[in-house]
């Protein structure tokens, strides 16, 4: 796990120098153990790539970056891990190739030279690469399946830079950007997160999940990149075998997942919940490791009763005789609206909630334990249906197919259940209601966001398995690994996400809802397939409620003058045209007041003032006139 950073340009040597030095050093947060860089000519272009490192595997300065292969034809800067580096390995060495050092980095560059871009198709892992092949004149960016590494770029016409993060860029370019206001327009009225290509910055873009971009250096970098999609999330269930047969294949895929992301020179742990996903990595981890295996367990508690899993925790922890590592989170909420500035920046976008900044306490206390990678159960929900809106799917999709028995039967097992259904937020449903209640809550906009369109992420004319497919590549998992991504590199550690292996997606994504909404239970199948790992009241629980906090009692009473003082003062979105100060503060008033009752949720106030706690943690970097 890595930063990378680089430039593509006609400017001279000596300023791309400078300028690749500004952009290492404002990712330094991402690599504590070294840093690299090279500079030099390659066709028609000047390049300068540049490297930060966190040692994960082979810590010894063999494995410092840029890399370069002995015959001098291949480079590459690397941040991710190749889980399967052992196995390619070996076919490697089969294909000639000779290998110096103990580092899955080393395999990648052999694997692309070896094979080219067809090395893509088999790779295990997550990634965001920059590989510079002297042979062909072609620089090569690529991003791993599901985007669990990020990677941006922004062309001005003449030069190309990218980073692993906005700053590396915002250092290196040395100008400032217009606010991108479609993505502050899903945001303040979606609360949606990293839908669209571009980032909050207009003209920084994200290269896409499963996306590779080339570029020609016997061209001046003045052309816009080839950018190629390598793969796609799949959309035919291909598995042929009995039900039974499929329980068992998720299990084996899974423990295999888990297993090939153990492969470290450093501390491993597991983020533990107390609900299923999580609990079952931790599981996995002690099958694997055996009963004398180092197991190290993190996880987030508080006093407050209303919001703790300590007791579903506790049960894992005697199941898998292991001890937990409690990172009390009791803060005051002005000490959370105080850490807020901090999280924003890491996360370079506004967050939606506090339980970002939950994460990124959870990620100090992990470096202050000396762990170093940790296991966690993200994607596991847009996988398995088991957010509350998939059943909702489920019925309309049932009924629009005219089954409305099945449907019916559906409802009734959850009811019996007293799962999902008694979990039900009006304001949370109203969110997937196609746009009908949209702007029924006091419109905000200003004239600057009045023109941005509205993202359908209800269920519209999909199939559920289509719909996940949604939630997979846009609507969901972008916006979690993304703030999973930002919350551990800033303390220097490093996520792995065993549920978005791609052999486990898949198996799982395109399998008909019926394996994963049944009975009255989210996640049967995998339920299923965990039960001999898992103590029964955490295979079969009923009530998992993630990390929550009492935030919207918070924004109401603790934070009232807080957020009162930022609304009445000087507001760079106001300024800007996004937000209409008056309408802001009228439904700050409603919110507080509850008046009719359920219009105005937690999201309908903190996002626009996350918005604008953003525009001024990069105001230096922002063209808001």
């Known amino acids: 796990m890595c930063g990378i950073a680089g430039i593509v340009s006609t400017a001279p040597r000596e300023d791309l120098a400078v300028r690749l030095a500004a952009m290492i050093a404002a990712q330094r947060h991402r690599g504590p153990d070294g840093e690299g860089q090279w500079v030099g000519r390659v066709g ?25 292969l002995a015959d001098g034809n291949s480079l590459i800067i690397f941040n991710g891990e190749i889980y399967n580096y052992r196995e390619l390995r070996g ?32 790779l295990n892992g997550m990634w965001a690469f920059a590989w510079l092949d002297f042979s062909t004149r072609r620089l090569v960016l690529s991003r791993d399946r599901f985007g669990i590494k990020p990677l941006h770029y922004f062309h001005d016409g003449r030069s190309v830079w990218f980073a692993s993060e906005v700053k590396g860029i915002l250092a290196g370019a040395r100008r400032r950007f217009a606010l991108n206001h479609e993505a502050a327009g899903s945001f303040v009225t979606q609360s949606l997160l990293d839908v669209q290509p571009q980032t909050f910055f207009e003209g920084i873009r994200t290269l896409a999940p499963g996306h590779s971009a080339s570029f020609d250096l016997n061209e001046p970098p003045a052309r816009e990149p080839t950018v190629t999609a390598y793969w796609h999330a799949p ?15 998720v299990r084996e895929t899974f423990l295999d997942a888990v297993r090939l992301r153990l492969r470290s020179d450093v501390p491993v742990g597991v983020l533990l919940s107390g609900g299923v996903d999580s609990s079952a990595i931790a599981a996995a981890m002690r099958e694997l490791l055996g009963p004398q295996g180092n197991l190290r367990l993190l996880a987030a508690t508080s006093d407050n009763l209303r919001y703790g899993e300590r007791p579903f925790m506790e049960i894992m922890a005697r199941h898998l005789r292991s001890p937990i590592s409690f990172v009390k989170l009791d803060r005051s909420p002005q000490e959370w609206w105080n850490l807020l500035g901090d999280v ?23 470096r202050q334990l000396g762990i170093t990678v940790i296991l966690s159960g993200q994607g596991a929900d847009e996988l398995l249906c088991g957010y509350s809106k998939f059943l909702g799917f489920r019925v309309q999709e049932l009924l629009r197919r005219r089954r409305p028995l099945k449907a019916a039967g559906l409802v009734a097992g959850f009811l019996r259940n007293r799962t999902v259904i008694n979990q039900f937020d009006l304001r949370e449903a109203q969110r997937y209601m196609g746009g009908l209640l949209r702007f029924r809550a006091i419109d905000v906009r200003g004239p600057r966001l009045r023109d941005g369109g509205w993202l359908d992420i209800d269920l519209g004319g999909r199939t559920l398995v289509e719909r996940q497919r949604e939630d997979l590549e846009r609507f969901s998992v972008p916006a979690l690994v993304h ?31 019926d394996v994963k909404l049944r009975a009255g239970w989210t996640k ?102």
């Open 91 to 122: 076919e490697l060495e089969g294909h000639g190739a000779r290998f110096r050092t103990q580092t899955d980095t080393e395999v990648l560059l052999w694997a692309l030279r070896v094979w080219g871009d067809a090395a893509l198709a088999r």
């Open 483 to 513: 703030y999973e991504d930002r919350c551990s590199m800033a303390w220097g550690r490093e996520i792995r996400l065993p549920f978005l292996d791609y052999r486990l997606v898949n198996l799982i994504l395109p399998a008909d809802p």
């Open 235 to 249: 959309r035919a269930d291909n598995f042929a075998g009995t039900e039974q047969q499929r329980i068992g294949a």
């Open 524 to 625: 049967w199948v995998f339920r299923k397939a965990m039960e001999p790992f898992l103590p029964p009241a955490i295979a079969w629980r009923k009530d998992k409620q993630y990390f929550l906090n009492p935030q919207g009692e918070w924004l109401r009473k603790e934070l009232e003058p807080t957020v009162s003082r930022l609304l009445k003062s000087e507001m760079l979105i106001v300024d800007a045209g996004l937000i209409k100060r008056e309408a802001l503060i009228r439904r700050y008033d409603a919110y507080c007041r509850r008046r009719g009752r359920g219009a105005v949720s937690f999201n309908d106030v903190f996002n626009p003032i996350a918005l604008e706690l953003w525009a001024r943690r990069f105001e230096d970097s922002l063209a808001l006139g």
């Open 44 to 68: 028609n272009c000047m390049l300068a790539l540049g490297h930060v490192r966190l040692a994960i595997l082979d810590l010894s300065d063999a494995g410092k970056q840029p890399m370069l």
């Open 344 to 366: 924003i920046h890491a996360n370079e976008q506004p967050v939606g909630n506090f339980s970002t900044a939950a994460h990124f306490l959870l990620m100090q206390e992990a």
